[in-house]
């Protein structure tokens, strides 16, 4: 079969062009149902627009369009069990496509899997589920693909099926066997708005493709709800290393239909093929066809082994964080690799990036989904309501071991109550997939995991936790609203993000910025009183004893002469000038998701902070190092935007020299804190161009 995707169906408006159409079925939206039905009285354009519309739910064009191919000219690879199938040219090409096709040709082939000259079809193509379309939609369907498609002249492609699949007669009795070619009948004890979704789920919408589990003969164990296999329809499946979740009593129903209209509702995002399905199809069904589908979905009891979402009118982030968040491999392993994004408690960022809690996705019992995006990776869907695309890059680099650890912790933490995964589940998927890795870089990630095992764990884990949560663990010492991990991300375990690797090392060293040698404790209370805005640590109080203990374990065995790939922020080049409209712009697209419209960082609801402020009585002072344009454009150049592509680990950097500076430029010059010190910076060396002086 195909990719796994969640194609659903939605009405069909029975008006067009001002245009009044035939009385329809209040339910299957059909001026009549039966096959051979008369041709609507529809005028042409209303029902070539209307062919467009059910196309749309059909989903259509994702199949029938190759990558970066002309649309509906097919060509593109559709992976089986037993080899691979290429999907059709369905332009009205008249030699390569369906234009000689007749309205019959085209009804047999979309009910009865049957191909113009006569061959039988494989059920790549769901003729099974469209065998449920009524008559008149049928009918605007061959309408529109006879005039509302391009016509593309581009041969086919021939099946590349393993013997005995190649034998396409076998088809023959495969349908004998499985394939019911009945239209849609509707439940009378059943209301409009129910009998619409189950039409538009169990047709057109053909979702049990790959939601229902499969037979001996590779069928689906039921086509809808009823009858004694009723209970397997859409009660989840495993095809192609991904875990087509249970769509049965599916959330709320708002919350069904708001994650087919935008990729993302309060408890989960879509991923692997459903994003390609909210593109290109269900973000344009009707608010009443959104609607009618989850309704329907919702009225099916769970299925078995299928831990349904939950349907409480808010999903609240617990605030207590797990126990096990700080003393296991696998919550170390979160803090470092997911924390950044999903944050601490797994409430995620509303609108960018996906909560933990209560996601069926980390809750079902078979973790293949979740294994294959952690290692490949994943992208939000491209809709109208979230037009920029999130990425979570994979992390492919981590052991079988590593991701099973950070993957069982998900799975046991914030109610989730799921099986932990095994190396061996890693393994498995690892080899299915083989997903590759493209960072060249000789930067070793250090892991934090790894620091149990130190003798002095306790102290370093503390001195890590004083990096992630400054301001909560230390009010006193931080005035503004960053900690140490704005600018040292995940810990100081990122290349070219400030990293703490081999730091300690270095230390002490002169310091141009203070015209002397200066200790690492020196260090990092200079950033305690520039970056946080804030005041000192004592010399000899614990907290900054722990911060150093940290430092030092991340030196591990690099010397004072040894170069530390990665360290620092990089360069940038000092000759280009900045462009601050540009920067405006940059900002406006790049960061604002994150920072704020007006660099006030963002907030959850109940005030929390998400991320940091970049500008403002909150943020850090002219003294600080990301004052500067020129210091702040290399590391927005290699750090930021996060998600904005598949760079391990955070989707970091990716923006040019040009606009890396000039959004530096920008955001560096807003209002901030003074630092009536700065007089005193560079005593012996000469002043870089870009230090501040005055706001």
Known sequence: MRNIRLPLAALATLLFLGHAVQAADPVTGSANNRPGAPATSEPEAALVARGEYLARLGDCLACHTSEKGPAMAGGRELATPFGKVFSTNITPDKQTGIGQHSFQQFDRAMRKGVAADGHNLYPAMPYPSYAKVSDVDMRALYAYFQHGVAAVNQPNKPAEMRWPFSMRW??????????????????????????????????????????????????????????????????????????????????????????????????????????????????HFSDDDLIAIATYLKSLPPGKDEQPAPSAPECV????????????????????????????????????????????????????????????????????????????????????????????????????????????????IRAELDPKTTDSSKFETPRLADMLAAPNATEVVRGMRLHLETRTLLPQHVGDDL??????????????????????AFFPSYAPRAGKVITLEERINGCFRRSMNGVVLPLDGMDLKAMVAYFDWMKGEFKPEDKVPGRGIGKIDRTIKPDVENGKRVYAEQCAACHGKNGEGLRRADGSLVFPPLWG??????????????????????????????????????????????????????????????VKDWPKDPKPSDARLEN
């Open 170 to 283: 076998g088809m023959k009795f495969w349908n004998l066997a499985f394939l019911d070619d009945d239209p849609f009948k509707p439940d009378a004890g059943k209301d409009a708005v129910w009998n619409r979704g189950a039409y538009l789920v169990q047709g057109l919408g053909h979702c049990g493709s790959c939601h229902t589990p499969r037979g001996i003969g590779f069928q689906e164990k039921a086509m809808s709800e009823a009858g004694s296999n009723g209970k397997y329809y859409l009660a989840g499946a495993t095809v192609e290393a991904w875990r087509a979740l249970s769509l049965r009593n599916l959330w709320t129903v708002e919350d069904t239909a708001l994650l087919l209209k935008t990729g993302q509702n309060r408890f989960s995002t879509v991923s692997g093929s459903m994003v390609e399905v909210i593109h290109l199809s269900s973000q």
């Open 317 to 428: 982030p617990p605030s207590k964080l797990p126990d096990t968040l700080f003393s296991t491999r696998g919550g170390l392993a979160y803090v470092q690799f997911c924390a950044n994004c999903h944050r601490d408690d797994g409430g995620g960022v509303a609108g960018i990036f996906p909560p933990l809690v209560q996601n069926p996705t980390i809750a079902s019992a078979d973790p293949t989904t979740l294994v294959h995006i952690t290692l490949t990776g994943s992208k939000t869907a491209q809709t109208a309501s979230h037009p920029r695309v999130w990425t979570m890059p994979g992390f492919a680099r981590l052991s079988d071991q590593e991701v099973a650890e950070v993957l069982s912790f998900l799975r046991s933490s914030w109610g989730n109550n799921a099986r932990p995964v095994t190396s061996s589940d890693v393994a498995k």
């Open 483 to 504: 900690t140490c991990n704005s600018c040292h991300l995940n810990a100081g375990t990122v290349a070219d993000g400030s990293p703490f690797v081999g730091v300690s």
């Open 617 to 678: 009585d909150r943020s850090f002072n002219m003294g600080a190092g990301m004052a500067r344009t020129y210091t702040a454009a290399a590391f927005v150049k290699r750090n930021m935007p996060i998600g904005f592509n598949d760079k391990f680990p955070l989707g970091q950097g990716g923006l040019s020299d040009q606009d890396a500076v000039d959004v530096a430029e920008y955001f560096s010059h807003m209002p901030r804190p003074d630092f009536p010190d700065k």
